[in-house]
């Protein structure tokens, strides 16, 4: 796995790869030298070299022994090694500067490489430095942990350019600990701690593969490299990265109460040696790998980790922070003060909770349940209960663990471990891999009381539906979940698990979905419930999707502001989410980027997983406004979804990917994700096509790839199963793909009026309208009628530009800029040539250019030359606008011979 060194390092002479231990600046420095092409001479001073003189003018003599001017330079090192004084300024230095520059004139061309110059002892630097001046075509790589120059520049040369070996990514990592196999939440885990430093993440590999602990000890691997690294700053430096390394979200703000005006000083060393990243503007302090702070507070000893804790509690301008450190800084072992700083951490956990900061209330109330003295069982009890909660909250698996291992070694009731165990469970995700025995637990402890089995079977049927993938099995145990409730008369129980069921009828198009959510509409809740859950969200999702937005809102909105008054952070989020996608679908794009925004920002505040925060942004961003923020978003989405295993949001992000990529004019690329979504939704057995409307844009790009047999077949399908379902929100855009394929096919006429009669059904769905008169105004142009296409266009650009759907504005403005008169408008310049046509199908078919010039064997630039001409005879911009004119131009050429 080779670090990446930037291309344009080509050409220059001296180079200097710079970075922390570990970082793989030797194995740049080798990758670097193989492109130059020439023999290496390497040179690898140590730590012991540091103080010899000449140690590095030895080792270059010794590596060209057959030159009689490197024997010549040995013996005259030999000769600096015996004289009683140092020879500076004397004769013998100035030898010793003509003979190395001998030497290095003389010698074959070779690229010189000079590893851990932070070791090259200062004499042969000097040396060195002085004769390369006189070698100035002499390649030269050179690495060191840190880029320092001189004020004269650097020893290798003044010009030299300085480059950051980077740090690896995510997949790089986990390619590289492909022979570990770990599973892909120890490789994100991994990636966190060895902030993408590929030798720390070997040795940590290393010592999760022999630990079943989430986060285990430093091996002694991983303590030796995290050592040097830090060795490389000062002893004050490592003092104020330790406060840090204490703080839950230390900021410049706080290192600077602590070390007054010196503090930006030490930050900006820390900087420069890779252990903190550059701030982004908002304050905080990150280091690169967690790694890092662990390595720092693992040499404390507990008496002077408490001496810091005090320090930050004085420093700390945050109320909940500075009850933090109060209670970290308090002697654990001293019962006077036990539970003085139990009840403290419980007070400061709920002002953290109430603020939607779950981590910091997670560890709060895990220190308050620990420090809670064990004969007070009932307090104990609860308090570890609220620390499994507040732990789940925010997928913080250890806490929830430690938390839940109180509740199960006290005398603790059912309910009181079932509900650690169902809590548990929470914060795993996909990290447990015995979600079963838990289940099986569970159900044990409520062996004999209905009730709490109806809660562990609803439960079941959440992780049935979201993490296995399998909503029958889902719908049966929230049905089973359901019939126990109501014998337990637990209503607010029964309301859940019908919800629930409901839910996945509508997924699987069962008809009794709606029959199922009235029923639990109707029932009474005695008991608060997260206002997500309820039956009046899933009823105002069902409106949603139903196209039935203006009753949608009215719910959203009570439904928010029941959140909001109780502290719901992620119900607050759903809730903005779902009208982010309300007001999107009305085409208020403007409120739809306020709500989501709000979402995206309180989620990420919150440590929330982010699949659905990302994919509503990327939906709405994408739309409203830049599809550059929206594709990182929905990339996000997967990424965060494929390490949950989440597969509802795994399809969503997947869809919203494809979906901008289409939208961009990039079918080719926007194929995958949209096929990838067909195949989860299968495996999930998703037959409602109103839920996630992926049909038609997979259609339309398997049309614009060449492969209109699969569209016609999937929009035949998804037609038939809307209106058996009588979802007949989903049928204009199905509509819409279908004239696309119909004008492909040249029916123009049938295809203009399918458009228009799709475009009268979506009055009150102004952006989806737009996007079809863009389609018209496309199947108008293909026909030749450019008045009726300019009108199109001029249709959908108003709509698109009253509403705020910028990146569809510009879409439409560039659709009627290529409508204006043109030379090419008449004329036998239209006609295609026979070379013309057959590069014209190989790209409308999705080759790339290298690939025409290797059918056709011709050059790659007369592939694009002939395409500059294709384009310019059939006036188009793009390969999907070529995949969609091919046909109809190749049809008229024929027609005229």
């Known amino acids: 796995m080779l670090p990446v060194v930037p291309e344009e390092v080509h050409g220059i002479r001296r180079v200097v790869l710079f970075g922390p231990p570990g970082i793989g600046k030797t194995t740049a420095a080798g990758a670097l030298a193989r492109r130059l092409g020439r023999p290496v001479l390497r040179l690898a001073p140590g730590p012991q070299d540091t103080g010899i003189p000449y140690t590095g003018l030895l080792e270059l003599a010794l590596a060209l022994p057959p030159l009689p001017s490197a024997r010549e330079l040995a013996d005259a090192l030999d000769e600096a090694g015996a004289a009683p004084t140092s020879p500076h300024g004397s004769a013998l230095a100035l030898r010793l500067r003509r003979l190395t520059a001998t030497v290095l004139r003389e010698a074959p061309p070779v690229t010189l490489v000079v590893d851990n110059t932070q070791w090259l002892d200062e ?90 602990q989430d986060d285990p000890p430093l091996p002694s691997a991983a303590r030796r490299l995290l050592g040097e690294w830090l060795a490389t700053v000062s002893h004050d430096v490592r003092e104020l990265l330790t406060l840090a390394a204490l703080d839950d979200r230390p900021d410049r703000e706080l290192l600077a109460r602590l ?49 810091l804790h005090a320090r930050l509690a004085q420093a700390s301008y945050d109320p909940a922070r500075r009850d933090r450190h109060t209670t970290l800084a308090a002697d654990s072992g001293d019962p006077r003060t036990a539970r003085h700083t139990a009840r403290e951490a419980a007070r400061a956990a709920g002002h953290a909770r109430r603020r939607g900061e779950h981590p910091l209330a997670a560890e709060l109330s895990l ?208 809730l903005l989410r779902s009208l982010a ?108 096509p109103s839920i996630l409307r992926w049909h038609a844009d997979l259609a339309e790009a398997f049309l614009a790839v060449g492969r209109p047999g699969e569209a016609d077949d999937l929009l035949t399908y998804t037609h038939r199963t809307a209106t058996d379902l009588g979802r007949t929100s989903v049928l204009p855009a199905l509509e819409r793909t279908r004239a696309l394929l ?43 009628r450019r008045a009726s296409a300019r009108t199109a266009a001029q249709k959908a650009a108003d709509l698109f530009t009253a509403h705020g759907a910028h990146p569809w504005a510009d879409a439409a403005t560039h659709a009627l800029h290529r409508l204006e008169p043109s030379s090419t408008d008449t004329g036998a310049d239209a006609r295609l040539t026979g070379a013309e046509e057959r590069c014209a199908r190989l790209a409308a078919a999705g080759s790339s250019n290298r690939d025409i010039a290797a059918a056709l064997t011709v050059s790659v630039k007369t592939v694009e030359a002939t395409l500059t001409r294709v384009y310019r005879k059939l006036d188009v911009h793009s390969r999907v606008q070529l995949a969609h004119a091919i046909r109809a131009a190749l049809e008229e050429a024929a027609d005229t011979e």
């Open 742 to 784: 119909d004008a492909a096919r040249g029916d123009y006429d049938i295809a203009a009026h399918r458009l228009t009669s799709a475009a009268d059904r979506l009055r009150d769905v102004p952006l989806e309208r737009g996007r079809t008169f863009l389609a018209l105004s496309h199947t108008e142009r293909r026909a030749r």
């Open 259 to 307: 070390a007054g005006p010196a503090a930006d000083h030490f930050l900006a060393q820390a900087e420069t040696a890779a252990l903190i990243d550059p701030g982004d503007g908002d304050g905080r302090v990150r280091f690169t790998a967690s790694a890092i702070a662990a390595e720092l507070t693992t040499r404390l000893t507990d008496t002077a980790r408490r001496l």
């Open 123 to 212: 004499a042969s630097s000097a040396v060195l430095g002085w004769a390369l001046r006189q070698a100035p075509e002499l390649p030269v790589i050179a690495t060191e942990r840190t880029w320092r120059p001189e004020a004269g520049g650097h020893w290798s040369g003044e010009d030299a350019y300085p480059v950051r070996v980077p740090a690896l990514t995510a997949r790089q990592i986990a390619s590289l600990l492909s022979q570990h196999r770990p599973d892909p939440s120890a490789v994100a885990r991994l990636y966190t701690r060895s902030g993408g430093n590929p030798a720390l993440a070997l040795a940590l590999a290393e010592a999760c593969g022999r630990s079943a």
């Open 367 to 574: 220190l308050a349940a620990q420090r809670t003295p064990h004969e007070d069982t009932g307090l104990l009890t609860e308090r570890a209960l609220t620390a499994v909660r507040d732990a789940s909250h925010c997928g913080d698996l250890p806490r929830a663990r430690a938390a839940t291992r109180l509740i199960l070694e006290h005398d603790t009731s059912p309910a009181q471990r079932v509900g650690a165990l169902m809590a548990l469970l929470d914060a795993s995700g996909q990290h447990l891999h015995s979600a079963d025995e838990l289940f099986a637990a569970a159900i044990h402890e409520s062996a004999g009381r209905p009730g709490l089995t109806a809660q562990v079977l609803f439960r079941q049927a959440i992780w049935a539906n979201v993490n296995e993938g399998a909503p029958e099995r889902a719908a049966a145990l929230a049905s089973h979940a359901a019939e126990l409730a109501r014998a337990a008369d637990d209503t607010t129980a029964a309301a859940l698990a019908l919800t629930m069921q409901a839910r996945v009828q509508r997924i699987l198009g069962h008809p009794e979905a709606e029959a199922t959510l009235e029923r639990a509409l109707s029932l009474p809740r005695t008991a608060p419930v997260p206002v997500n859950a309820t039956p009046e969200h899933l009823a105002a999702r069902h409106a949603l999707f139903d196209d039935r937005p203006d009753q949608a809102r009215a719910t959203l909105l009570r439904l928010l502001v029941q959140a909001q008054r109780t502290g719901d952070t992620e119900a607050t989020v759903d």
């Open 581 to 688: 996608e309300t007001e999107l679908r009305t085409g208020r794009c403007a409120k739809a980027l306020d709500y989501a925004h709000r979402a995206q920002t309180l989620s990420d505040s919150a440590g929330l997983f982010p699949g659905p925060a990302c994919y509503t942004s990327a939906l709405v961003e994408g739309t409203a406004f830049r599809t550059d923020t929206a594709l990182a978003q929905a990339r996000r989405g997967i990424d965060a979804s494929r390490h949950e295993d989440n597969k509802v949001f795994l399809s969503r992000n997947l869809y919203a990917l494809g979906h901008l990529l289409l939208a961009a004019d990039r079918p080719k690329d926007a194929l995958e994700p949209l096929e990838e979504v067909r195949a989860l939704e299968e495996q999930q057995q998703v037959r409602d």
